[in-house]
């Protein structure tokens, strides 16, 4: 019986979706949570705070390579397990910290190292490596994993802040980690060796291709839009005179059409040319970014931003599929782990937004400048598939 399951190839991606529920449901969602409860423990600004978050965004962007290339040199299962045993770990020594200096170095440096290694990127690698034949619908149900968590832990989180501390509840997240996360991962998952290792000439000829961070900027520039327009959200909702209890509808309405858009173009990456998804893609986007500068009222916000995210949710089981089918599966981890260090840029995307708005004193010359975007990333994309036209099995060379 136990070893049915750790042959079947959707537990491991049931079990991505659990893993990433988990971590980034705590590290990216629940975070704003917390900020209030450490302000009035330690009598700090708000701003102090932030930068735990910001930074953990920028170690993720810098490891990711790195875990990339982990993940294509050492038992996969290993490196979850001690992924996650490092991510439980920070929860209690936070727990514990003493000041919010502490607090904050330990959630920037062991807080990305679940994110990324028991995130996404790890998720996307075991799916490309398992499945064979709806390898893209697997790619849009393990990217399920984030917004399940997005929309479950804030919930978890706020309702064991109402019953206790927030250092009681960093604790009871790590006990919920440790009972649901790492207990199924040791049933569950069997030795998740990597692919036989290809020659160094290959890997290091492959990492260098600038097909692999021409993606990457296929990649960043629907991000950038996206949580460019999320994080300055309340601030234009005010603007254009919405209110902020609107806001948080519109916020959680996203997280349901980003769940469809990974399902969705997950599925249509086994059959359609890809190409021709992502230019799809992109001009939904464009509409998206025209109906928010246009936005006068919540019909048209509602409208931009629920296509945002359609979008947003599409392009990354989108391009993990592609890479699987046109890289070899030996190199995927580093692969998508460059690809996703490149699409870490798009944190600017906040910056430039209210940067530009603070300039031109609203909020539609910024959606347009960064719509302007849009085109050179298509065209990135069409040059990228253009390189690397045959599927892996039956080109000779490698990467393009």
């Known amino acids: 019986m136990l070893n049915t399951l750790r042959q079947n190839p959707w537990v491991s991606v049931a079990f991505c979706c659990l893993m990433q529920a988990f971590t980034t449901g705590i590290g990216s ?3 704003a949570l917390f900020v209030v409860p450490w302000m009035q423990e330690f009598a700090v600004e708000r701003s102090a705070m932030m930068l735990a978050i910001t930074g953990a965004s920028l170690v993720a962007m810098i490891i990711s390579p790195v875990c990339g290339w982990l993940l294509d040199r050492f038992d996969n299962k290993i490196l979850i397990i001690a992924s996650l045993s490092i991510f439980i770990g920070a929860l209690v020594s936070i727990a514990v910290a003493p ?14 190292v679940g994110l990324v290694l028991a ?3 790890m998720a996307y690698s075991l ?3 398992k499945i064979t034949q709806r390898r893209g619908m697997a790619m849009g149900v393990t990217a399920l994993g984030s917004s399940i968590g997005g929309l479950i832990m804030p919930f978890v989180i706020s309702g064991l802040l109402t019953s206790f501390s927030w250092r009681s509840t960093f604790l009871v997240l790590a006990v919920i980690g440790i009972v649901l996360v790492i207990l199924p991962a040791l049933i569950l998952l069997g030795a998740e ?9 290959v890997s290091l000829g492959l990492v260098n291709k600038p097909s692999i961070f021409m993606l990457g900027f296929c990649f960043m520039v629907p991000a950038m839009l996206f949580v460019g327009v999320l994080h300055n959200l309340g601030a234009f909702a005010m603007d ?25 173009a997950g599925y249509l990456s086994d059959r359609l040319n890809h190409v021709l998804i992502y230019l799809s893609l992109v001009f939904i986007m464009a509409i998206a970014m025209v109906l928010l500068a246009l936005s006068d ?3 048209r916000l509602i409208l931009g931003v629920g296509l945002l995210a359609l979008v947003m949710g599409g392009v990354a089981p989108l391009i993990a599929n592609m890479i699987s089918r046109h890289w070899p599966l030996e190199s995927f981890g580093r692969v998508m782990g460059i690809v996703q260090a490149a699409a870490g840029i798009s944190g600017l995307g906040p910056l430039m937004a209210a940067m530009i708005r603070d300039t031109s004193g609203g909020y539609p010359a910024a959606f347009m400048w960064m719509a302007a975007l849009l085109p050179p990333a298509a065209l990135c994309f069409i040059w990228v598939a253009a390189r690397n036209s045959q599927p892996v099995g039956e080109a000779a060379p ?3």
């Open 127 to 129: 799916a490309a490596r």
């Open 119 to 121: 995130g996404p990127l």
């Open 99 to 112: 000041n919010y200096q502490l607090v904050i170095v330990l959630f920037v440096l062991l807080i990305p």
């Open 240 to 264: 254009i005179g919405v209110s902020q209890g609107r806001v948080a509808f519109i916020i959680s309405s996203s997280s349901v059409m980003m769940a469809i858009g990974k399902l969705s």
């Open 398 to 400: 490698a990467g393009g």
């Open 193 to 201: 060796r990597p692919p036989k290792k290809e020659p160094d000439s």
């Open 297 to 299: 009222s919540i019909v």
């Open 29 to 31: 969602y629940g975070f």
